[in-house]
């Protein structure tokens, strides 16, 4: 079955410091992976997705197909990074995401 | 643009009651999911709408779990009658047509509903 996990619960990091959340991904077809966040008091939105390969908010995530991985990543931690964060995977056109459990990142002044 | 609408945002009720959850979709978003969110979990699908067509509703509890979407633009998510284990948060979630790639799924504030 097709399965995300996010290992950790909660991540807490100094500001300034590398940040590295981990999303490992079962599924044996071409994934589609994304990265979620929600804010606090915010609606769940949009990070990034592997097919843009772009930087949102100084985060990149490479999509590692022989580890089925997704690991997002920032090398500057900030405070307003603090936030949950959600790891997707997707099949194609609208058909529905499949989400991990979600971990919480809390950067520290 | 408003994004997607949900209401009520908070709903408390006592066990066996019935509660219904609203959702209106972003401007021409044909598909429209509904997703459970339980504490300290990630949202799970309970149903998906093409338009006025519910195409995957294996995960929804029919035995007291209904939902409609009549003109194919908003749609309400109903339970009756609510059981303790049904607090949770009630996403809704809607999706442009399907352009070849995963669309973007645009997710609304939420329903957290609490049973007592």
């Known amino acids: 079955a097709q399965r995300v996990t996010q290992p950790e619960k909660l991540l807490s990091v100094f500001k300034g410091a590398p940040v590295e959340l981990k999303c490992n991904y079962s599924?044996?077809?071409?994934?589609?992976l994304f990265w979620y966040v929600q804010y606090s008091r915010q609606r769940l939105q949009l990070l990034l997705r592997?097919?843009s390969r772009e930087s949102i908010k100084g985060f990149t995530a490479d999509l590692n197909k022989g580890e089925t991985s997704f690991h997002l990543k920032k090398p500057f931690a900030q405070e307003e990074d603090s936030a949950m964060y959600y790891c997707a995977l997707g099949f194609g056109g609208n058909t529905p995401l499949v989400f991990g459990k979600g971990t919480r990142l809390s950067v520290i002044a | 643009e408003a994004g997607v609408v949900q209401s009520p945002r908070y709903k408390i009720i006592e066990k066996k009651q019935p509660v219904a959850f609203w959702c209106n979709p972003i401007?021409?978003?044909?598909?429209l999911y509904w997703y459970l969110q339980n504490l300290g979990q990630g949202p799970e699908l309970l149903i998906r709408?093409?338009?006025?067509?519910?195409?995957?509703d294996s995960q929804l509890p029919k035995d007291r779990f209904s939902a409609e979407r009549l003109k194919g633009v908003d749609s309400t998510l109903k339970i009756q009658p609510a059981e303790l284990g049904d607090s949770a948060v009630y996403l809704c979630?809607?999706?442009?047509?399907?352009?070849?790639?995963?669309?973007?799924?645009?997710f609304g504030p939420g329903t957290r509903l609490l049973v007592l």
């Open positions: 709408y093409e338009n006025e067509e519910a195409v995957d």
């Open positions: 401007s021409g978003h044909n598909t």
């Open positions: 979630a809607s999706s442009d047509s399907y352009q070849g790639l995963q669309e973007t799924q645009y």
């Open positions: 599924y044996s077809g071409s994934p589609e």
């Open positions: 592997h097919i």
